[in-house]
């Protein structure tokens, strides 16, 4: 009898955690990764998939997405599955007061693994309540956290439009209560320059949206400012978020190139940014890859570095026992336009080709599998024991 469920065979593996970028055989069996070996007998698996010209990561880990809080907000299953996501973090929809509802009615509903940062904002961050700075309370946001540690791993803090840095500062101290980190989405004023914000972020905490051009990292001088670099000197971190106002090429392309890269990747999805600026996970890893990242570099970003981010470094691996969240990429290989997002009238750099997801699993089960690569052909369907005349 065969051991293993499932055998992906030939793909290139790509396991920052492990130091794998090679051709090479996984294994699964049940919910789990059995084996990573340079050739393991097909008559060892119940079902086998040809990855031979296709690269084989963990699941992806989307550190920046949607699924609660806003109009734009998606349902997991829609924006991560089909786009190799396989674990995303809600980013700042929900907070310390709203953040049961949004588990009851979204996270307890979906295949995708799904965890939270929670908003500084006690209500979340639906529209107009994200400007009340009464409702932000560090104390009962990090009890939260605490709370649901199973879920909440940070906090987020976003669209604060007073003069000064208060949300930021007390969504710092929300992270120091409870040992987490904050995720930061706030535009600099007059009143509050950005260097200012930097400074007040501790190693572990982070900038989202860190190319966009309202937020621009680059200055005049064609340069990446140098409080961005002296803030990443610290350990402060710096994820893409992509979304449909929040990446760049005229932003990412000088700081690749200066030696300034995201330490994640991330898609900001929701609905607003999945078509207009093809904000799924596939395409931002596809505008990195052309910018000139290498693809070990691109996938490490979109896997193992936001799991050890998020403190869950059991996934974004491909490890021995870890859980099968496996992703099988294709790069397609043809003349390809990939965009940028709204502020930059939606720029595009032309590329050779382009990503695209051909089989996400999550936990052992296939969840969407674009050419059927794990799926027989029809021809063997089995004649229908149903006898209507
Ligand atoms: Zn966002």
Redesign the pocket.
């Known amino acids: 009898m065969p051991g293993y469920d499932l055998l992906i065979k030939g793909g290139h593996v790509i396991d920052a955690a492990n130091n794998v970028d090679g051709v090479m055989d996984v294994a699964v069996a049940g919910r789990v990764v059995a084996a990573v070996e340079p050739d393991i007998p097909q008559s060892e698996a119940r079902r086998v998939v040809d990855a031979s010209g296709l690269y084989v990561t963990p699941g992806l880990v989307d550190i ?3 699924a609660t809080g806003f109009s734009g907000a998606m349902f997991p299953e829609e924006m991560c599955f089909p786009y190799g996501v396989t674990t995303m973090v809600d ?2 929809g929900s907070g310390w007061r709203t953040f049961d509802q949004f588990n009851n009615d979204v996270i307890m509903k979906t295949q995708v693994r799904v965890f939270a940062l929670l908003n500084i904002v006690g209500q979340g961050m639906e529209g107009d309540v994200e400007q009340n700075i009464d409702d932000m309370d560090a104390e009962a946001t990090a009890a939260k956290i605490r709370q649901r540690s199973d879920i909440l791993v940070g906090v987020k803090v ?1 669209h604060y439009q007073g003069r000064g840095w208060e949300s930021v500062d007390r969504g710092v101290e929300a992270a120091r209560l409870s040992d987490s980190f904050c995720l930061v ?1 706030q535009n600099a004023k007059t009143t509050r320059p950005f260097d200012e914000m930097l400074k007040r972020l501790r190693p572990g905490d982070g900038v ?2 860190c190319f966009g051009y309202g937020k621009p990292m680059i200055g005049n001088d064609g340069m990446v400012k140098p409080h961005y670099i002296e803030a990443r000197a610290r350990g402060v971190k710096f994820d893409v ?1 992509h ?1 449909n106002n ?1 990446f760049s090429f005229s932003m990412a392309v000088p700081a690749i190139e200066q030696g300034f890269p995201p330490d994640t990747i991330s898609t ?1 999805m ?1 609905r607003m940014s999945l078509h207009t600026s093809r904000a799924t996970m596939t395409e931002v890893m596809s505008k990195f890859l052309a910018i000139g990242m290498p693809m070990a570099e691109v996938v490490a970003r979109s896997t193992w570095e936001p799991a050890k981010w998020i403190n869950h470094t059991e996934l974004g691996t491909l490890t021995p026992g870890a859980p099968a969240d496996i992703t099988v990429l294709e790069f397609q290989d043809r003349p390809s336009g990939l965009s940028d997002s709204g502020p930059t009238g939606y720029r595009i750099m032309k590329a050779e080709g382009r990503l695209i997801n051909q089989l996400t699993i999550k936990d052992g089960t296939v969840r969407f599998d674009y050419d059927g690569l794990s799926k027989d052909d029809w021809a063997e369907t089995p004649t229908t024991d149903l006898d209507i005349p």
């Open positions: 920046h997405a949607h980013c700042g976003a989405d989202t949206h978020g979304g929040s900001d929701h």
